[in-house]
């Protein structure tokens, strides 16, 4: 079946620090992957996307590649802020199960100045 | 464009009360489901829907109810609210059979049972 399995937290970061958050899938088809992120007191909103191997999603600075060969999704930024402190989730969708979305348990990232 | 709306925003009910929580979205999407957050637990899927007229159980439903008669809502009912239901509650919408098409979150129903 399908799932996703994301790096525990909660993570704490200094500003400007690199940031790598680890996701690895495991689907019966071929999935599109996402990153959804969650501020304080919010819904889940999407941070970036890839639908194919290889392609790399982006958005606010945060990058992800899609690599089939390892069946990985890496959330990656170069220099955090505070204002990134959030619950980051990965997530799958496939064709396949009808869109039916399927999320990892979340990642905290707290960034302190 | 509300995109997907959610009511109330908090709730505190006693063990075996019953309520509904609302949901609606405004993007004619086909898909629509419900989650529940719990700290260290994810989002857990609870009943989802295709389609009006047409839905489903997902990982976490008993002790929940949906329906779904128009494109546009669907509502979660308690039918008799337990403490093990204390969570925050997501309704979710998404279109079908496109790749890569992302989910559309409300903000959230913050529900206590004492």
């Known amino acids: 079946g399908n799932s996703v399995t994301q790096m525990e937290g909660p993570v704490t970061l200094s500003e400007e620090a690199f940031l790598t958050i680890n996701c690895t899938y495991t689907?019966?088809?071929?999935?599109?992957l996402f990153w959804y992120v969650q501020y304080p007191g919010e819904g889940l909103q999407l941070l970036l996307k890839a639908t194919k191997a290889d392609d790399k999603g982006s958005n606010k600075g945060f990058e992800a590649t899609y690599r089939k060969e390892t069946t990985s999704f890496h959330l990656e930024k170069g220099s955090v802020q505070v204002s990134d402190s959030a619950v980051y989730f990965c997530a799958l969708s496939d064709l396949d199960t009808g869109n039916q979305f399927y999320f990892g348990t979340g990642t905290s990232l707290t960034v302190i100045p | 464009n509300a995109g997907v709306t959610q009511t109330p925003k908090f709730q505190v009910l006693k063990t075996g009360q019953s309520m509904t929580l609302q949901c609606a979205q405004d993007m004619n999407h086909e898909y629509m489901s419900w989650y529940r957050q719990d700290p260290g637990m994810g989002l857990r899927l609870i009943h989802y829907s295709v389609g009006a007229g047409i839905t489903d159980q997902g990982e976490v439903p008993n002790g929940y109810n949906v329906s779904r008669s128009t494109t546009e809502d669907f509502p979660l009912r308690l039918l008799s609210a337990a403490p093990s239901q204390t969570s925050v509650y997501f309704c979710?919408?998404?279109?079908?059979?496109?790749?890569?098409?992302?989910?559309?979150f409300g903000p959230g129903t913050r529900l206590t049972v004492t």
């Open positions: 979710a919408s998404s279109l079908i059979g496109q790749v890569g098409g992302e989910q559309y």
């Open positions: 689907a019966t088809g071929y999935p599109s």
